[in-house]
Structure formats: structure tokens, C-alpha cells
């Protein structure tokens, strides 16, 4: 999960309003919690999303933790988590779990029982994205769940759900610093159960390859074996370029980027590409970067 921790804080940092109306089914208001304190801001570290909620008029603290994986520990770092933030807030906290894949054995419940007493019976909200039917959210549902879509139930192919997130991220978001966190964000989450050559296939990867946010995801799908799709990812996103700017697509350039295996260098060459207005203008800045 850690690879992904960047992305899940990143949006929940952004969007926690709408992450807290979907877990409660209702709109909420949410307040960013700020505390100065430092053994405080430690506690709050340990957790993926802490915020402030008000529900008709009820104000409460809501705790979520994403999960990519079901844990068997979870529900006890859950309850840690909750009697902390309970006791340093003093406010009643709401605490859920989101299975991002699978879905958890536990029934939102922890029990601790002593000879006979009760020591403990802490329950939480438990939400398996599988379960969910996605077709809502994928189609009216708010752009900053979008990433989370792909990992939930749907009648459509894969190729589909991927396709109507990425364009509606590029129609309906304003700003450039939120497409590009929220299409990173997409890209990853999409991983953790589709194919990384199907979400290149489908994402634009020039989109992605410039994202600070994405290096983590792509050192982890390199671990994995599964950097090369990625370079002819970006050769191909190059040959599109081209072809876009110039209406040429010469045979001899897929061929001269095959052998290209540095990746920063296929980099180079992309943003060249966007730049480039004639195949002329392109040929001599391939030879300036690759000289023979």
C-alpha cells in the first residue's frame, strides 16, 4: 500500500467532502481538522483521512482508512486510531474502512473479551468498492471519485469505464494541477485490478509520464516487470504526436525508437515531438538527441 499512500492522501486532502457524503449516502459538510500540537499532528499522520463533519445539524469526526489489500490487523490499528483521535477531540468519531480490492472476512466488528467481561466491542464501517454498483458514479457522480470508479462493479468492459473517466476528467475539471492529480490518481487505482498495458493502452501516457505523483507508481510497476509497456507507451505517444502535428507517420521512426531504451531520453523526444511543426523540424532534433 505504500506506493499508493501519496495518491489516497492526495485526494483525500482535496475531495474529503465528497468521500465523506459517499461513505454516509447524504451531503455533509466537512471541516479540515488543524492542530499545531505535535504529538497530535503524529496521531493524525497515522491516519489516511481525518476530518471534522456536520450531518443536520450533528458535528462529528470522521476516520477513514483505505485499504488495498483486506488485513487482518486492521481493525485493531482502526481502534487505536479511534480512541486517540476520540480522546484528544473530545468529539464522537464515525470510522470506516475502505477496501479498495476484496473484501474483508470481519464484519465490521472487533471484540475483545477478558474471562468474563466484555472488554472491548468496537464497531466501524466497512465499504468493499467491489460490491458497489459503479455505474452511477462513473456516469453522474462527482469527478473527484472518478479514480475510485474502475474498482467497482460494472456491466461495461473494462476499456469503457476507463475511457468515460478520462474524458470526463478532461471536460468537466477546470484547473490543470487537478486533472493531472486526479488522471495519476486514475492510472494507479485502475492497477490495483486491471492490467497495466490495458490502462496505457487506454490513458494517455504523456499525460502521465510528467506527473511527480506517478514516479512512485511506475518504480512499483517496474518491480514488477512491467516497465516495458510503458516505453512503447511513450513511442507510441510520440508516432501520435507526429502524426497530429505533421500528418506523417513515417515506418522508420517506429523502428529507430525501438532502440531506445532509456526512458527520459524517449521523454526528450516526446516533448520534442509535441513541439515539432514539420517532420523536418522533428528528423533534426532526433539527431541532436540521438547522434548517430
Aim: proline residues 4%; glycine residues 4%; contains cysteine.
Amino acid at each position: 500500500m505504500a506506493e499508493y499512500d501519496m495518491i489516497i492522501k492526495a485526494l483525500a486532502e482535496r475531495y474529503m467532502d465528497k468521500i465523506a457524503s459517499f461513505v454516509r449516502g447524504v451531503p455533509v459538510a466537512t471541516e479540515q481538522i488543524e492542530d499545531k500540537d505535535k504529538e497530535a499532528v503524529a496521531v493524525q499522520r497515522t491516519s489516511d483521512a481525518l476530518v471534522k463533519v456536520r450531518e443536520d445539524g450533528y458535528e462529528y469526526l470522521m476516520l477513514v482508512e483505505f485499504q488495498a489489500r483486506p488485513d487482518r490487523k486492521m481493525a485493531r490499528r482502526l481502534l487505536e486510531y479511534t480512541a486517540m483521535h476520540h480522546c484528544r477531540h473530545e468529539k464522537p468519531v464515525y470510522p470506516v474502512i475502505i477496501n479498495l480490492t476484496g473484501g474483508s472476512r470481519h464484519d465490521g466488528r472487533y471484540l475483545l473479551e477478558c474471562l468474563d467481561l466484555t472488554v472491548v466491542d468496537f464497531n466501524y464501517r466497512q465499504i468493499n468498492l467491489q460490491d458497489i454498483a459503479g455505474r452511477e458514479l462513473l456516469y453522474r457522480g462527482p469527478v473527484g471519485l472518478l479514480p475510485l470508479t474502475p474498482l467497482m462493479s460494472h456491466d461495461e468492459l473494462p476499456e469503457a469505464v476507463l475511457d468515460k473517466c478520462a474524458k470526463r476528467l478532461q471536460s468537466e475539471v477546470e484547473t490543470e494541477d487537478e486533472r493531472s492529480i486526479l488522471y495519476v490518481a486514475l492510472a494507479a487505482l485502475s492497477s490495483l485490478r486491471f492490467p497495466k498495458d490495458l490502462i496505457l493502452k487506454v490513458l494517455e501516457v504523456s499525460k502521465l509520464e510528467n506527473l511527480p505523483l506517478f514516479d512512485g507508481i511506475r518504480e512499483e510497476w517496474e518491480a514488477r516487470g512491467e516497465a516495458k509497456g510503458l516505453g512503447e507507451g511513450i513511442a507510441e505517444a510520440i508516432i501520435e504526436a507526429l502524426e497530429e502535428n505533421t500528418g506523417q507517420r513515417p515506418a522508420w521512426i517506429k523502428e529507430s525508437l525501438s532502440a531506445v531504451n532509456d526512458r527520459d531520453l524517449l521523454k526528450k523526444i516526446l516533448r520534442r515531438a509535441v513541439k515539432a511543426r514539420t517532420m523536418e523540424e522533428f528528423e533534426l532534433a532526433l539527431k541532436e538527441l540521438i547522434p548517430n
